[in-house]
């Protein structure tokens, strides 16, 4: 049996199957989103050099990984920006908390950051007394919820209209109940200034870290990552480690391809340079920039040559609006910072195989995600290579909780199944039993159960294999 | 935290060596070129998709087509950078209603009114993207980050003869590839948003309103 701390995809995505407004949300924007991105790709000769192009630079990247954040901590400290390094969650959110006390920093606004997410950064800080506001419209509305993203671009994607409409009017104070989407964005607009006015400290993510100028690369179209990175006295950029390019030519297909295949925009509405605080002359700015390094297992899924292609991604999400899994039980059945197809692969081998086995099989196999990806991961092949991980013991591998996702019912029948096959008589005997008397087993048998709840019972053919392959020699001869 | 980066840097550096990456084949994004005149019709109509709005100009008149528009716009206030060669010369032109505003002080020195009594911020640009529509601009001390952030409209100058082809060449016709300032970026509208139902909204928490004032110097 599954062990108790194992989190089962396969029930929260039954329990998110009967929720008709959560799917009606999330069909609507994935195929709007299909839609949007298919239109920004006219020529698809174009799109596969671009494609190529894009992997080949995220390859390269990934083989210097080591020298490049060498030179990127180098190139940032020479601008002023403060370089930390953290292992893990834990470092990171403390490394965070230091730089915040030590300013005396209580309010707190943020651009959009799934590493943030993924650090649970927001909670920890609460727990300090350190307010932590997001101000990305989408992270706003679900952060007034008390819910994580539920899409890594349109964290909000699964609320409609009239559920944002309801919400802030019961949470924003002197807020009008209104469904007008210019409206609704107009109180937040309001919120959220005074909040950036106000802020001591901002922080963000990182699209691209450049390392020969020392320069943080960021995508949006709002102007809060600029608001948050730019108002406050001081700003906390923090990356995965595997965000780092050699230059910034580097960096101009990646972004090209990025929001197409996010949103299906040729550009955003702003790509933010950032390459050092407030300089000589300059009028505002933040006083001090820091950036923290975050590994959190990927220097381990570095250590695997196949698996190594999970860091190529740049974090578009078209894997998960193209997945015919994910549109139908949206991102919070993954019970995971990354849902769908990227967050299939990565969660499993940051959290390990064996308690994330479930979300391993979550999948048909179907192939979109790995066709739409900008920087080529065989998304289904590295899926079908975790699940053998997840259920073997390979002393050469590196993958967290290699072999523990094996049950001991999975373990007794390959045993049972091995003994018998050592044993051609004994076989020979349990196979005439299992054809004639096969059709004899209840439905509701153990194991079978799980098949007969949506499909017949299979009957076994009245002879086996072996059996009728003898017979048929017998006739030849 | 010298452990966590030698530990780090230990284990990414013990992983075993990859086989060579994949060619680099830069030719997608190198014959995206085209003629002067053709690269203002593309950028235009890529921002104007995006809701940015374009007033003309020729070299000589632009400080008054920005006037114009302010008296028209009913702008009350117009900050901008004294320190640049547009903005000094935005001043010595200017005879409109709007007072202008230099920004010529530390943020911390008028913060709240910054972000409640300014109407407009006025910004030089360094260049524009043709591909996509979109203007480069160089904040710094003659003309700061949040001029083109915090006031309600921006306006910013971009001369013709400054597009280029896309951010790819720009970054290496810039020389942005081998140092950059502080900050820098590309603006390609007003800032908006997609978070409720997909549904585009404008204004959310940047500039409500783009106006690019096109300088037409192409000969």
Redesign the interface.
Same mark, same amino acid.
């Given at each position: 049996m599954h062990a108790e701390t194992d989190i089962l995809f396969r029930e929260s995505a039954a329990k998110a199957l009967l929720d008709p407004q959560l799917r009606a949300n999330f069909r609507?924007?994935m195929d709007?989103?299909i839609t949007k991105r298919k239109a920004q790709f006219p020529d698809p000769e174009?799109l596969q050099?671009?494609r190529?192009?894009s992997?080949?630079?995220r390859?390269?990247s990934?083989?210097n990984?080591?020298a490049l954040?060498?030179q990127l901590e180098a190139a940032c400290t020479r601008?002023g920006i403060q370089v930390?390094?953290?292992?893990t969650c834990e470092?990171a959110n403390q490394?965070v908390l230091d730089i915040l006390q030590a300013q005396g920093a209580t309010r707190l606004v943020k651009g959009k950051s799934m590493v943030s997410e993924e650090m649970h950064l927001n909670a920890f800080l609460e727990s300090h007394g350190i307010e932590a506001l997001e101000?990305? %419209?989408?992270e706003y509305?679900i952060q007034l919820d008390g819910e994580t993203p539920s899409h890594i671009i $349109?964290?909000?994607?699964h609320k409609?209209?009239d559920q944002?409409a309801r919400q802030f009017s019961q949470k924003i104070k002197d807020a009008k109940y209104t469904e007008d989407?210019?409206e %609704?964005?107009?109180m937040?607009?309001k919120v959220?200034?005074q909040k950036?006015?106000e802020a001591d400290a901002g922080i963000s993510g990182v699209n691209f870290a450049v390392a020969?100028?020392g320069?943080l690369c960021l995508v949006e179209?709002?102007?809060?990552g600029? $608001?948050s990175t730019?108002?406050p006295p001081l700003h906390i950029a923090i990356m995965g480690?595997e965000k780092v390019v050699a230059?910034?030519?580097d960096?101009?297909?990646l972004?090209?391809i990025l929001t197409r295949s996010a949103?299906g925009q040729?550009?955003?509405?702003?790509?933010?340079?950032?390459?050092?605080?407030?300089?000589?002359?300059?009028?505002?700015?933040p006083q001090a920039v820091h950036l923290v390094?975050l590994?959190n297992g990927r220097?381990?899924i570095?250590?695997d040559?196949q698996l190594?292609a999970t860091l190529r991604c740049i974090r578009c999400g078209a894997c998960m609006n193209h997945c015919p899994v994910y549109t139908r039980v949206g991102g919070h059945a993954y019970e995971a910072t990354y849902p769908g197809p990227i967050g299939k692969i990565l969660t499993p081998q940051m959290e390990g195989v064996g308690v994330r086995h479930d979300l391993l099989h979550g999948s048909s196999l179907c192939g979109a995600c790995g066709e739409v990806c900008p920087v080529e991961i065989p998304i289904p092949d590295i899926l079908v290579r975790l699940r053998r991980e997840a259920t073997h013991q390979d002393p050469a591998s590196s993958v967290a909780g290699k072999g523990t996702g094996r049950t001991d019912a999975e373990d007794r029948a390959w045993r049972l199944w091995a003994a018998l096959s050592k044993r051609p008589g004994l076989y020979r005997i349990v196979t005439w039993f299992a054809t004639r008397f096969g059709w004899a087993l209840p439905s509701g048998a153990p194991l079978l159960r799980d098949w007969t709840r949506f499909r017949t019972k299979p009957v076994p053919a009245r002879r086996s294999l072996s059996e009728r392959m003898r017979a048929e020699r017998g006739s030849h001869d | 935290m010298t452990e966590a980066r030698t530990a780090i840097l230990e284990r990414l550096s013990a992983a075993p060596a990859g086989g060579p990456p994949p060619l680099e084949d830069t030719a997608v994004m190198a014959r995206r070129h085209w003629p002067a005149a053709e690269r203002v019709v593309r950028l235009r109509k890529g921002m104007e998709a995006v809701r940015t709005e374009f007033l003309e100009a020729i070299p000589s008149d632009w400080p008054s087509v920005v006037q114009d528009f302010c008296d028209h716009e009913g702008i009350r206030n117009l900050l901008y950078g004294p320190g640049s060669n547009d903005g000094a010369a935005l001043a010595t032109a200017w005879d409109g209603e709007a007072t202008l505003l230099p920004y010529d002080r530390p943020v911390e020195a008028f913060k709240t009114q910054l972000f409640t009594e300014v109407d407009a911020g006025f910004t030089s640009t360094v260049g524009g993207i043709a591909e996509t529509g979109g203007i480069l601009l160089m904040p710094g001390p003659a003309e700061p980050r949040l001029l083109s952030l915090v006031p309600p409209i921006h306006i910013a100058l971009l001369r013709a003869s400054t597009i280029q082809d896309s951010l790819w060449s720009a970054i290496t016709n810039l020389g942005w590839g081998e140092s950059l300032p502080p900050n820098a970026l590309l603006i390609s509208g007003p800032s908006k948003t997609a978070d409720i139902e997909q549904t585009l909204a404008y204004g959310v928490h940047g500039p409500k309103r783009l106006i690019v004032v096109l300088v037409n110097d192409l000969r």
């Open positions: 609507r924007a709007g989103l174009d050099e671009l190529h192009l992997t080949a630079i390859s390269r990934l083989l990984l080591p954040l060498v601008n930390h390094w953290a292992e470092q490394l101000s990305d %419209l989408g509305i $349109m964290p909000a994607i409609n209209k944002i989407v210019d %609704l964005t107009a937040a607009r959220l200034r950036f006015l020969n100028t320069t179209n709002e102007g809060n600029r $608001m730019h108002v480690l230059r910034l030519e960096v101009a297909p972004y090209a949103t040729a550009v955003s509405t702003y790509f933010n340079l950032i390459s050092g605080p407030r300089g000589e002359g300059e009028k505002d700015g390094i590994d220097s381990r570095y250590g040559p190594q | -």
